[in-house]
């Protein structure tokens, strides 16, 4: 019963308008090639810095000025923007509904009468 409810609770979810805000937006940035690209070379100075602490050494200056610089132009991207937002307000969306279980969860744990269905 717990997991045909929580199945039910995920296909209303993915039904809302902010999950299919982020959905779109999501495809839109798999879309934007520029927004990739320029994803995937944060990535890979991210990780070249993660090597580098690892190895007990600071990452360069030069590394972390390219960084701040790919940060400032994917943040000025309107693709990888929209994707921001809607990730922000499904959020929100997610934060209510986990409100919501928990005050079920507080409702249940009191309650004196047992239901299977």
Request: net charge negative.
């Amino acid at each position: 019963m717990l997991s045909e409810r929580a199945i039910e609770l995920g296909r209303i979810i993915g039904q809302t308008a902010e999950y299919q805000a982020v959905k779109r937006a999501s495809d839109a940035l798999t879309d934007d090639k520029e927004a990739v690209a320029l994803l995937e070379k944060m990535e890979r100075l991210r990780q070249e810095a993660q090597r580098a602490i690892g190895r007990g050494e600071q990452p360069t200056a030069e590394m972390e000025q390219q960084l701040d610089a790919l940060l400032g132009e994917i943040q000025t991207n309107a693709t990888y923007q929209r994707v921001l937002v809607a990730n922000e307000n499904f959020d929100k969306v997610m934060v209510q509904v986990n409100q919501w279980i928990l005050d079920g969860i507080k409702k249940g744990a009191t309650s004196s009468i047992i239901t299977l269905a």
